[in-house]
């Protein structure tokens, strides 16, 4: 959940204007997030946002420089856009098909991610098999992986 949390407080403070830890908490909550304000305020020193100003004469959330750089979503991203050959899944089996020498590499972005569904990778030269939690979430990753190639 934290993985997801986190990711989700990334994704708000790129696309919106979000000035105080309370605006942040409400959006968050209108993506179906249940949180505290005391459950963002860490998040938001771990993620070590920072006030910059909108432009407007107020200010806005932003990730430091460094980690808009080295974004974990965007390294996948990147590395999926130029690697990723084929996907497919069985029950709570995902089995990603990815140019030779790459697959440690992708199977370790994805370990870093931290997303609930995925207990873990296993990773061959141009195979990864990545173990879900469950049947019902395999289609749900495979989504995911598929929703970042557009």
Not at 2 to 28: D, F, M, P, S, W
Not at 39 to 52: C, F, G, N, Y
Not at 66 to 86: E, S, T, W
Request: one cysteine or more; aromatic letters at 4%.
């Amino acid at each position: 959940m934290k993985g997801i949390r986190q990711y989700r407080i990334k994704e708000l403070i790129t696309n919106q204007v979000i000035e105080t830890q309370e605006e942040l908490v409400e959006a968050l909550r209108e993506t179906g997030l249940q949180v505290t304000q005391a459950t963002v305020s860490r998040d938001m020193k771990e993620l070590m946002l920072i006030k910059t100003p909108a432009g407007d004469g107020k200010y806005r959330y932003a990730l430091p420089q460094d980690q808009q750089r080295h974004n974990p979503i965007n390294k996948l991203k990147r590395a999926l856009l130029d690697h990723f050959v084929h996907i497919d899944f069985t029950e709570n089996l995902v089995v990603m098909k990815c140019l030779p020498g790459t697959a440690n590499a992708i199977g370790a972005l994805i370990d870093n991610m931290e997303w609930g569904e995925v207990m873990g990778t296993i990773c061959g030269d141009d195979t990864i098999l990545i173990i879900c939690r469950n049947k019902e979430t395999s289609n749900e990753l495979v989504e995911k992986l598929l929703d970042l190639l557009n």
